[in-house]
């Protein structure tokens, strides 16, 4: 178990939450994922946006899974 404290986004996190995931490669210089998942929380919306580092011969597939139900 850890001393950290629980971030708030992942306080609130549930089987309801959307993900909305932002691709690219590289990805590590993405700053909009912590603005958008803060503008949805402040509107309301159970939702987190995430980086995914994706190669661009795996988008198809990601994508593909990303929309599986």
């Known amino acids: 178990m850890s001393n950290h404290p629980m971030p708030e986004t992942a306080a609130r996190l549930s089987g309801a939450t959307r993900l909305f995931p932002i691709i690219g490669d590289p990805i590590a ?39 599986a139900d």
């Open 29 to 67: 210089h993405v700053q909009s994922p912590e603005w958008l998942t803060r503008t949805f929380a402040g509107r309301g919306h159970d939702g987190i946006c995430v980086p995914l580092q994706v190669p661009s011969g795996a988008v198809d597939t990601v994508v593909a899974e990303c929309d």
